[in-house]
């Protein structure tokens, strides 16, 4: 418990941080804007071209625990998608709070939680678990996001293939498919670039956080985005690590480290990602930056049922 208290404590000290900053004055109104597009067009895509064009492909190569964990985030994101297009929610945002149930903070809270746990032979299924949320599933939203903003009047054959077009050129598609292609070709990157990607992967987390906590100090929560929120926290601390354990236990029988890292993982609270595509396309941010915030909080009594339970 108290490990678990050491690493979300500064999630919660980033975003006093940006909101303390913003109610000080010390920030303006566009702060969280600017520092979501740092975070979107630089940052993020530097740590994720970073991972991909590091990332041993077949030590990554494990298809029981790809299946449990990547089935189990697949089949919450649609359910929840499913769920609040049918309700009357634009395609945009409900994509988004499909996010928000099923993207877990796999960077920041994972890597060093499975480190605890686990030991590092850890490492490789907390990258997976990493690559599955912040590259499939963000390129799965951003495609579905495309697709709702794109204009009547033509075809949807047409309309999925601008959709593609325009998913494929954004930085958080794009980056790690060029660091992929990069790992194919055995050749390692130059010392300096890894530098260079390293410095500015990781003010990503950072930056991300603080302008959640401008945004919560300009943007007081309505009471239907906290209704839809606690929802979406429920799902995402509840249903995603129960369907997790259920498919790594009774349909890929995963072996006992590798069922419990991965449940570990889905039950971890929702990362930035939500917010951040919420804010970059000018969608309704309360709901995702909520889910964030409480799932972060009560992460903490959640994280240590988890992992009392665990073999």
Known sequence: ????????????????????????????????????????????????????????WAALWQPGFV?????????????????????GRPMADASVEAVAASYSNTGYVGLPLCLLVFGRGS?????????????????????????????????????????????????LVLSPLLGAAWSGTGVALPEVAHTFLQLLGQAATPCALVALGVFLADCPVR???????????????????????????????????????AVLLAALPTGTGPFMLAEFYRRDVGVSSTTTLVSTVLSLGTLAVVLTQLN
Request: net charge positive.
């Open 67 to 87: 299946g449990a964990f990547g089935l189990a985030t697949a089949v919450i994101f649609a359910a929840v998608f499913l769920v609040r297009w049918r309700a």
């Open 123 to 171: 490492q490789v299924e907390a990258t997976i678990a990493t690559l599955i949320v912040v590259c499939v599933l963000f390129s799965v939203a951003i495609v579905l996001i495309e697709l709702g903003l794109q204009g009547g009047g033509r075809s949807r054959a047409r309309r999925v293939g601008a959709a593609l077009w325009r998913s494929l050129k954004h930085p």
């Open 223 to 261: 009471r239907a985005d906290r209704n839809t929120a606690w929802g979406l926290v429920a799902v995402k601390l509840i249903a995603l690590p129960g369907l997790t354990w259920w498919l790594a236990n009774h349909v890929f029988m995963l072996p006992p480290h590798s069922a419990d890292a």
């Open 1 to 56: 418990m108290l490990a678990t208290l050491s690493i979300l404590l500064p999630l919660f000290g980033l975003i006093a941080a940006g909101y303390g900053a913003r109610k000080l004055g010390l920030l303006d109104g566009h702060a969280a804007s600017v520092l979501n597009a740092f975070v979107v067009w630089l940052a993020l895509p530097a740590l994720l071209f970073d991972i991909t064009a590091h990332s041993s």
